[in-house]
C-alpha cells in the first residue's frame, strides 16, 4: 500500500494559496473600480461646470457682483441673474464637497479648476454678504466652497479677498472664510 498522507496537505495548501489568490484579486479590482469611480464622478463634475447655467452664473459673478449694493439690487431687479449666481456659488460648494470627501482628487481637481475657482471665491464676497446676511445658529452657507476658495487662493499665491467696505456692517465674517 501507498502512503498518501501528503494528498489531504497538498490539497490543502492549494485551497489556502487560492484562497488568498482570489482575495488579493478581489482586493486589487476594487482598488481599481474606485479610482475610476473617482474619475468618472470627476468627469461627471467637469461637464456640469461647464454647463451654461453655471457658467453664466459665474461671468456675472466676476463681472457684477463687486459690491453689496450692486448685488443687492440685481437680487431686487434681476432676480434670474442672481439666481445664476448663487446656482453657480452652490455647485462650487458641492465640488469642494466632493474634494473634502476626498470622492473627487484634490489635485486634479485644482489643477483643472482651480484658477477659476479661485476667482470665484476672490469675487464672491460681495454676493457672500447679501445672500447669507447674519449667520444662523453659528453657521454660515457653503462651507465647502469657502474653504476649498481659501485652499486654492492659497495655493496660486492670491490674496484672500479684499472686505467690502459695507460687509463689517452685516455681522458676517470679514476674510470670508469659515
Known amino acids: 500500500m501507498t502512503d498518501a498522507g501528503w494528498l489531504p496537505q497538498v490539497s490543502a495548501s ?17 482598488k481599481d473600480r474606485r479610482g475610476q469611480d473617482r474619475r468618472d464622478l470627476f468627469l461627471k463634475l467637469h461637464e456640469r461646470l461647464v454647463e ?12 457684477r457682483a463687486q459690491t453689496v449694493e450692486s448685488v443687492q439690487r440685481m437680487r431686487d431687479e ?3 441673474n442672481f439666481d445664476l449666481i448663487n446656482r453657480a456659488v452652490a455647485m462650487l460648494d458641492v465640488a ?9 482628487d484634490k489635485q486634479d481637481f485644482l489643477a483643472e479648476w482651480g484658477g477659476v475657482y479661485t476667482q470665484a471665491w476672490l469675487s464672491a464676497d ?6 447669507l446676511g447674519e449667520p444662523r445658529d453659528g453657521r454660515e452657507g ?20 479684499t472686505p467690502t ?6 455681522g458676517a465674517d470679514i476674510d470670508g472664510t469659515a
Not at 462651507?143 to 486654492?152: K, Q, S, T, V, Y
Open 126 to 131: 460681495a454676493f457672500l454678504t447679501v445672500r
Open 78 to 80: 434681476e432676480p434670474d
Open 142 to 161: 457653503w462651507p465647502h466652497f469657502r474653504a476649498l476658495g481659501a485652499e486654492a487662493a492659497a495655493a496660486l499665491g492670491r490674496p484672500d479677498p
Open 165 to 170: 467696505p459695507d460687509r463689517a456692517s452685516t
Open 96 to 104: 469642494g464637497l466632493y474634494v473634502a470627501r476626498k470622492y473627487v
Open 14 to 30: 492549494a485551497s489556502l494559496l487560492i484562497s488568498i489568490a482570489a482575495l488579493a484579486f478581489t482586493g486589487l479590482s476594487y
Open 52 to 63: 451654461a447655467d453655471l457658467q453664466r452664473g459665474r461671468r456675472l459673478l466676476f463681472t
